[in-house]
């Protein structure tokens, strides 16, 4: 596939208009189960991730 990709990553499934339910990322640091809720944009081969600020800690 050539071009341009643009558009969203479903990590978890879920459509990103859905705000009760956003992707999030899983993982594991030192041991320790550890999420980030993020918005995802892809472009070509790079991934530009914004985090919204939300840690969710033993998911």
Do not use: F, H, W
Request: net charge positive; proline share 7%.
């Amino acid at each position: 596939m050539c071009g341009l990709i643009a558009g969203v990553i479903l990590l978890n499934g879920a459509p990103q208009e859905k705000r009760d339910n956003p992707p999030v990322i899983i993982s594991d640091i030192k041991g320790k189960k550890a999420g980030l809720i993020v918005d995802a944009l892809v472009k070509i081969d790079q991934i530009y991730v914004k985090p919204l600020g939300t840690l969710l800690d033993k998911i």
